[in-house]
């Protein structure tokens, strides 16, 4: 299940590379870090530099494969826990193995703490619970080759908790469900240092509802890594 050491220590160098440039003019000036990268984009490099050294706190929903295309992987290696949450029984079942320091819960996030529709698909990336997704995916040529009901739960059900100013981040993965996830959250207890959050509508260039409602509390966008963007809280510095 682990990716070939020496393409992660050559991603990991090219990412360090990349993220100090990226970062060099800004109020965060990260020394170049010592983590492998497992996420699609090096969403992980780029969440390290923002956090700093310290060891830390996720939650990550829509967790997906414990490993290969993770964004909090990278993380559980250098000894920090966190929750996953996804509503494939592969993918959960597969984290409870290999993840065993975390709490895994098997679930979609959502406003309603009840029960939704859920599409899966063969490609288990575009599995979703978005019906108006479902149609564009049907458009262009792939059909859900299963659905069913998914237990949901909103972000607060999972009742953890957060200062800004702790090194704790938010992962968020739901194929264009993120403004649920993000409106069940509880916002007085819980505010992670950094927010990765894969928004179907980019805020290059344009303001996004994702980075207005995240801007009431606190968060600004400071990368945007492939298809995910990344907020920071204006009250969290890192420590290298």
Not at 127 to 150: F, N
């Amino acid at each position: 299940m682990e990716v070939p050491s020496g393409r992660v220590a050559q991603t990991r160098a090219a990412l360090n590379r990349l993220y100090s440039r990226i970062f060099h003019r800004s109020r965060n000036q990260p020394k170049p870090l010592d983590i492998d990268s497992y996420a699609q984009f090096g969403e992980d490099v780029c969440i390290r530099h923002l956090l700093g050294s310290r060891n830390g706190r996720y939650v990550d929903i829509g967790s997906g494969h414990p490993i290969s295309g993770s964004n909090s992987y990278a993380f559980y290696k250098l000894g920090w826990t966190g929750v996953l949450v996804d509503p494939l029984l592969s993918n959960v079942s597969a984290s409870r193995i290999a993840r065993k320091r975390d709490r895994v819960h098997q679930a979609c996030v959502g406003m309603q703490s009840d029960s939704v529709e859920f599409f899966e698909y063969d490609v288990y990336q575009y599995s979703t619970t978005s019906a108006e997704r479902v149609e564009e995916l049907r458009a262009l040529g792939y059909e859900p080759k299963i659905q069913y009901i998914s237990p949901t739960i909103r972000l607060s059900d999972l009742e953890i908790s957060a200062l800004p100013t702790e090194p704790v981040f938010l992962s968020i993965d739901v194929e264009g469900m993120e403004m649920e996830v993000l409106e069940s959250n509880d916002w007085a207890a819980f505010l992670p240092a950094v927010i990765a959050i894969e928004e179907w509508e980019t805020p290059l260039g344009k303001v996004t509802t994702v980075m207005t409602y995240l801007k009431k509390f606190g968060y600004e966008l400071v990368a945007v890594v492939g298809v995910t963007s990344v907020y920071q809280h204006r009250d969290y510095a890192p420590v290298s």
